[in-house]
């Protein structure tokens, strides 16, 4: 057993656990947080997505041990434009995917601010407009089994555009 | 998931330490193929020593122009550092085209390095598989293999090796450093993997208890100019069929510098030495470009299922070569 304890949604969190609990499994069956979901379990789907100190990551795929002292913000601790536009915009049929399209969304917009280059942003240029193909490609990690992704994106160019007029005003 | 003892690593003396002399212990990075592995029962290790928190995390510039990347530079956070999206395009758009982004958060440089291949026989553990299992077969032979290798393959194992970011560095000549309680090793990158064989367990030339502390980049003018395709079976998030990473000069209309490599091929980052000796000196035209590419994958060897990958792995080269010349007009 290990001792491990996470801030979570900005409050610290303390467990023993053995060592191959993932850190999904964590915040589900130790923490009680089932907004994130065990898709696939393997990467592959990312459902599970959280975000890490404000970065997103598969939380299927990681360990809990290994998050020791960090900060975890799962969709029960986000608050944001971004849940109602993707209301707005039907980014969601069965809502399985969502906490995890959030997230990672979430943890996009913070890349995409910092100037992080996708595969299709020409590597000696700055991102330029987030466009569909930027963000069909930065999302190419989350899958949507309903087929949501048109309204996905749409609410994610929506809160962007927020964003943008939030810097400029 | 087996149960395993946990170690959690702050230096490498404490991390080389703790896996000398258990030869069932792991180093454990960013997770991503490792725990995945785990989970199957694929990979069993006894001890995982926890190597998230060692402070190699620079990437800095060296002073013969070159460039140092920690062995826990985040592939994600390496794609966006200024020092590789300007002196080596290729690599940040290499790393930029493998996995998700989630993923990429998480991989580190030396845990791409240490991938397995996503062979499906390997991760069956119902199949025969002679990197799996040594000595039980290879069902990719007679099975599906349509992602499987054409060069430097053996009877025993048809795999791939998945990194992208690993090509990007074949062709750049990278060096790997590693160190172990023996001390420190430098591996040229085109040495660091090995061919099937008869063992084709063995994938490295790194010993058991070697840790992969950085990668260190040469400096490379030619790398200015360079390029990374990959073809797929989706836009986005899936392994490479094929993939060419590539760096050209063209002086006049002569090939005056070139270096090529290739992925989704082998179970090596595969650097096409023989398409560079028939491309250096030569004119830069479509017909040397297409003779260079066919000197190459004459030693193919496929499968009906992965016949396809020789044709398409030299229109690959062709279209990225010819990219390069454009692409360098214009600078």
Redesign the interface.
Known sequence: M?DVTIRVNGQARSLDI???V?LLDALRERFGLTGPKKGC???AC?AC?VL?DG????SC???A??Y?GREITTIEGVDDPLQTAFVRNDGLQCGYCTPGQIC?AL??LA?YK??????V?E??ADPGELTEEEI???????LCRCGAYNGIVKAIQETAALDTEEVSS | MKSFAYVSARDVPTAVSAIAGSPNAKFLGGGTNLVDLMRGNIEQPDTIVDITRLPLTGVDLLPDGGVRIGALVRNSHLAAHPLIRSRYPVLSQAILLGASAQLRNMATVGGNLLQRTRCLYFYDTAAACNKRAPGSGCDAIGGFNRNHAILGVSDNCLATHPSDMCVALAMLDATVEVESTRGVRRIPMNEFHVLPGDTPHVETSLAADELVTAVELPSVAVAANSRYRKVRDRASYAFALVSVAAALEVTGTTVTQVRLALGGVSAKPWRATKAEEVLLGAPATEESFRQAAAAELAAATARPGNEFKIGLAERTIVAVLRELVTKGDAA
Do not use: F
Not at chain 1, 114 to 119: I, K, Q
């Open positions: 290990v053995p060592p191959q993932s379990d393997q990467g990312g997505t890490a970065e997103r990551i598969n795929l990681a360990l041990v290994q020791d990672s943890g996009m890349e910092d100037g992080a280059p996708s595969a942003t590597p000696d069909r490609e930065r999302m190419s990690g989350n």
